[in-house]
C-alpha cells in the first residue's frame, strides 16, 4: 500500500477565510479522491481527479492533481460552518481495488 | 437514487456475543469493501470481495469474517466482539475500474459492552 501524507491534521478557521489542505506522497496514483466526512456518517466522494495537471472547481472547493500525480490540494474559498469535518483523501493505482488513504484533515470553520 | 445501504446505523452488542452487520447496494458495482474507522481517523481496510473472489487483509484479525451471497449485499460478522472492537464499521463499493473511486455507505456504529 502506498503512503499518503496530509496535512494539516486539524484545521480551525473563522467563517470567511480560505483554507487550503495538502496531500503529498512519493507514489504515483492512477487517481486520486477526496472525500468529506461528517461525524456519525460515512465518507462522501467530493471529487476524482485522473490526469497530472488537473483542476477541478466544485462551487467554493478547488481540487488540483500534481503534474506528475503524485500530490493534490483542496482549497476552499469563504468557508462555511457546512464545510467543518473530516476530509480524506485517498489514492488508486492501477494494480489492484484497494485505495491509499491519508490520515485525514479535521476542518472546523467556526461562524 | 443508486446508493450503499447499511444496517442498523447503530448496534450494541456484549462482549463476546456474535454480531452481523449488513450492507446492500443499488449500483451494481462489482467490489464490495470493509473498513473500520475510529474516532477521526482514516478508513482501515479489512477485506473486499471482487465478485465472489474474497480478499482478505494480512492483518484483519479472524475474529472478522465476510460473505457475499450475491452482488448486492455483503455481511460482516464479527464472531466474538471485543471491547477493542468498538467503532464505525463502513462499506464501500467500486466499478471493475483497478484504483476507481469507492462509493461509501453511512456507517454501522458498533458498541461493545
Known amino acids: 500500500t502506498q503512503l499518503l501524507e496530509q496535512s494539516p491534521q486539524f484545521l480551525s478557521i473563522q467563517e470567511g477565510e480560505n483554507l487550503t489542505v495538502y496531500c503529498n506522497s512519493s507514489s504515483v496514483f492512477s487517481s486520486l479522491q477526496w472525500y468529506r466526512q461528517e461525524p456519525g456518517e460515512g465518507p462522501v466522494l467530493l471529487v476524482t481527479v485522473v490526469t497530472g495537471g488537473e483542476v477541478k472547481k466544485l462551487k467554493r472547493l478547488t481540487f488540483q492533481f500534481g503534474d506528475a500525480r503524485k500530490d493534490s490540494s483542496l482549497h476552499i474559498t469563504a468557508a462555511q460552518p457546512g464545510d467543518t469535518g473530516l476530509y480524506l483523501c485517498?489514492?488508486?493505482?492501477?494494480?489492484?481495488?484497494?485505495?491509499?488513504f491519508g490520515a485525514g484533515t479535521t476542518v472546523t470553520v467556526r461562524a | 437514487d443508486a446508493m450503499v445501504i447499511q444496517n442498523p446505523r447503530y448496534q450494541v452488542t456484549q462482549f463476546g456475543k456474535p454480531v452481523t452487520l449488513s450492507c446492500s447496494q443499488t449500483?451494481?458495482?462489482?467490489?464490495m469493501y470493509w473498513y473500520q474507522q475510529k474516532s477521526s481517523q482514516a478508513p482501515k481496510l479489512l477485506f473486499h470481495?471482487?465478485?465472489?473472489?474474497?480478499?482478505n487483509e494480512a492483518d484483519t484479525p479472524d475474529n472478522f469474517q465476510s460473505r457475499r451471497p450475491n452482488t448486492s449485499f455483503c455481511f460482516l460478522d464479527i464472531r466474538s466482539p471485543g471491547l477493542g472492537d468498538a467503532a464505525m464499521y463502513l462499506c464501500?463499493?467500486?466499478?471493475?475500474?483497478?484504483?476507481?473511486?469507492?462509493?461509501f455507505g453511512p456507517g454501522t456504529r458498533l458498541l461493545v459492552l
Open positions: 464501500a463499493t467500486s466499478g471493475s475500474l483497478a484504483g476507481g473511486s469507492q462509493y
Open positions: 470481495y471482487y465478485d465472489k473472489d474474497f480478499n
Open positions: 485517498a489514492g488508486g493505482a492501477q494494480v489492484d481495488y484497494k485505495l491509499s
Open positions: 449500483l451494481n458495482h462489482n467490489v
